[in-house]
Structures are given as C-alpha cells and as structure tokens.
T-cell receptor, first 114, second 113 residues
C-alpha cells in the first residue's frame, strides 16, 4: 500500500457516463499530479497542481477535468470518454513542485470505457 | 520536444548476474533525473540525480548521471528474482511553479532463478 490513496481501484463506464477519480495524500505535499498509463507504456503527464493551482495542462481533452479542492485531495472528473481513454490513471504527489523532490505514486485507477 | 530513451527495452538474466540499464535524454531546462521501479502497480522511487559524477547507492542498486553526455545508468549487482520489474527513467524540467516529467519507455528486467 502506498501513502497516496486512489479510489476507485477499478472503474467501468459507458461513453455517456460522468464519473470522478479521487486521490488523497496526507503527507503535507503541495504538488499533485495526474498521469495516464496505457499497457506496456510509460506514464504520460496530464496535469500538475502546485499549491492548489493548476500549473501544467498537457493539452488534455476537455472531457478530462481536474479539480484540487484542498491540499490533500485531487479529483479527475470524466465525461463523454472514448474507448481509447481506457488506461491506468495514476496520481502522484511531491513535497513542493518548485524544488527537486521525488514523486510518490498511488496504485492507480484502472479505467475501462465500454 | 523533450525526449528520454531507455535501453535495452527488455533484459533476461539469471540470479546473481549484474545488469546495467541506460537512460539518455534531450531536454530543455534540465532539473533532475529520477529512476523508478514499477511492478504491478505504483512506480516506486529509487534515485534522484541532479549533479554529474556523484554515485547514489542503495544496497545492490547504484546510479550515476553524466550531464555532459546526457545519460544516466542504473546498476543492479547480484540480481534476485524480486528485482524483476519495469525500471523507468524520468527527466524533470523546470516549468512555472512545478517540475514537468517525461518518462522513458522503461526497461523490463526479468531475473530467472
């Protein structure tokens, strides 16, 4: 088990559904990240929040909408996803995005789009 | 565009062997290079390298960075079956208020008994 907790662990949804992925950490980290990882591929950065503000958006389609309600929580709201969005979604956190610190990853949410 | 290339992509060895994994990069505004180990789920942190020529060591694992030639190596000595995993190299670059990571494709290491 990691110190970054992601829920749910698995999610199956239809293309018209709306769902949210949740990520929580209680390490006092002020940078949080969303990655998408397809099978046998490396993680690809989607979003970075630093001090609860969106710092990086890697040209992610608007059907993915991130939210950082406080310093411990990070959500990813999903709407009208496509089958190619099926992947493992990883959340990570680091102490402070402005300085060199390693990222701590959650176990991910495995998302399947029908 | 930032690029991180790992080699080999896969490697099969026997217990007790020593392996060297490679990571080369071409990025703008280098901040750090990190190695992670990924088994079934979350990547776990191994090393962070920021300065050339300083070896980082943890048990049987060690790593070093060459900022002039733009590469890093990860060495594992006396390999064990528990070392079987995907080893990911990530390079962080400076970005507004945050670091931005690009990962290589990973090296899949299989250690046979």
């Amino acid at each position: 088990d990691t110190e970054v907790t992601q829920t749910p662990k698995h999610l199956v949804m239809g293309m018209t559904n709306k769902k949210s992925l949740k990520c929580e950490q209680h390490m006092g980290h002020r940078a949080m990240y969303w990655y998408k990882q397809k099978a046998k591929k490396p993680p690809e950065l989607m979003f970075v929040y630093s001090y609860e503000k969106l710092s990086i958006n890697e040209s992610v389609p608007s059907r993915f909408s991130p939210e950082c309600p406080n310093s411990s929580l990070l959500n990813l709201h999903l709407h009208a996803l496509q089958p190619e969005d099926s992947a493992l979604y990883l959340c990570a956190s680091s102490q402070d995005g402005r300085v060199n610190q390693p990222q701590h990853f959650g176990d991910g949410t495995r998302l399947s789009i029908l | 565009e930032d690029k991180v290339v790992q080699s080999p992509l896969s490697l099969v060895v026997h217990e007790g062997d020593t392996v060297t994994l490679n990571c080369s990069y071409e990025v703008t505004n280098f901040r750090s290079l990190l190695w992670y180990k990924q088994e079934k789920k979350a990547p776990t942190f191994l090393f962070m390298l920021t300065s050339s020529g300083i070896e980082k060591k943890s048990g049987r694992l060690s790593s070093i960075l060459d900022k002039k030639e733009l590469f890093s190596i990860l060495n594992i000595t006396a390999t064990q079956t528990g070392d079987s995993a995907v080893y990911l190299c990530a390079v962080e670059v400076y970005f507004t208020n945050a670091g931005k990571s690009t990962f290589g494709d990973g090296t899949t290491l299989t250690v046979k008994p």
